[in-house]
């Protein structure tokens, strides 16, 4: 609308271009309409309302855009999130499960091996159980099945509520594997606890039984004699070492691994000395005696010359049980009124032997097997003897030694 006006009788419109002029000037529109024409006047204060406006509009779609698009990348980091914390909640529950098999795994094993330390394994085993049921009321009304929502299609209202849903579910995650992670740890710590405690209890065993070895040494080492323990033990190190089970190399932690591994090897140990040491015997022969008569030289009953005693004398009622101390095979059985009268010997492998004599009855045949501690026959006063008693001899590699120490052997 420049400069001319044809319209005489309207207002003149003369801008004036040469002069510069601030944005907001009052504007003017003219409105033309059969030969008349309006002309309104937009003051400067209505025109800065106005773009106000305007860009208060044009800000709320972009930022209702910016949140819309925004708020969908959350839901989907969120998702990413949420599949992750479970991941990583299956794996803590995979490691309590290992863990659990482990604690089954060692209390059974001790359990089956009799040990006097029942009560003890009992304790471990309720403390187990109550961090199992921690962490089954932590896992109790779970319900994961809720990807559908997320990729519904949603109004910006809605998605901005599913992201607040989606934070808060994945903060309650948070807590709930944290508090897992306190449980697992505990856990861990109360397995530690266990395997020390059990890995002591066989380590004394273990030490129990080779101090009784090394006593009997002591007095065998007088003759020149040794006995090694650990003679049969290099054919099972070579057949792989002790067993560790496939659940324990499951778990990362070194520390429990470690502890694993040891009590592993010192269970296996205990396994080894537990049977070699029914191979050795250890322990009185008869319940109810007194000794008469020891091992070496002695001035014999009979013609009163000094003679070698090639076993001890127990004195006992007859009738008594005689037991022997170590697993072994019956070799000779012989019935005589002569010498040793009624006698029995008993090998154990290893080199040892056991003779029973003078007795009074005879329970087993040449052949038998025998376990600990089984009855072989009853003290009498037959052969060579002045009184009802059970002489007793040891033999290690064909000699005989002194069955003192054998008898005084604590295990
Ligand atoms: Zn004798």
Known sequence: ?????????????????????????????????????????????????????????????FYSYHMYSKSGKIITHKDQELVETRDAYVDLMSDFVAIQKNIDEVLSSIEKSGSKN?????????????????????????????????NEKMS????????????????????????????????????????????ALALKEVKKIKSAFSSINVSLKRQGLYYNPLAGSKKRESSGGPFIPESVSKLGDKKINDKISSIYKTADDLEYYREVVQTVPLGKPVWSYWVTSRFGTRTDPFNKKKAGHKGIDLASRTGNKIQVK?????????????????NVIVDHGNGFKTRYAHMHKIYVKKGDYLKINDTIGEVGNTGRSTGPHLHYEVLYQGRPVDPMPFMQAKI
């Not at 059985?333 to 009624?342: D, I």
């Open 326 to 342: 170590a697993k072994g095979r019956v070799i000779k059985v012989e019935h005589s009124n002569k010498g040793y009268g009624n």
């Open 156 to 199: 910006i209202n809605e998605a901005l509520l599913q992201r607040d849903i989606a934070v808060s579910e994945r903060d309650a995650l948070r807590e709930q594997l944290a508090e897992l992670e306190d449980a697992v740890k505990e856990i861990k710590e109360a397995e530690m606890e266990v395997f020390s405690r059990v890995e």
């Open 1 to 61: 609308m420049k400069g001319k006006n044809r319209l005489g009788e309207t207002k003149a419109y003369s801008p004036q271009y040469t002069e510069k002029k601030p944005f907001f000037s009052e504007k003017e529109i003219i409105f033309r309409s059969a030969g008349r024409a309006k002309v309104f006047t937009i003051s400067s204060r209505l025109q800065v309302i106005m773009l106000t406006i305007l860009c208060l509009i044009g800000a709320w779609s």
């Open 118 to 150: 029942k009560k003890n394994l009992d304790k471990y085993k309720r403390q187990a159980m109550v961090v199992e049921d921690k962490i089954k009321q932590i896992t109790a009304d779970k319900d994961w099945a809720d990807d559908k929502k997320i």
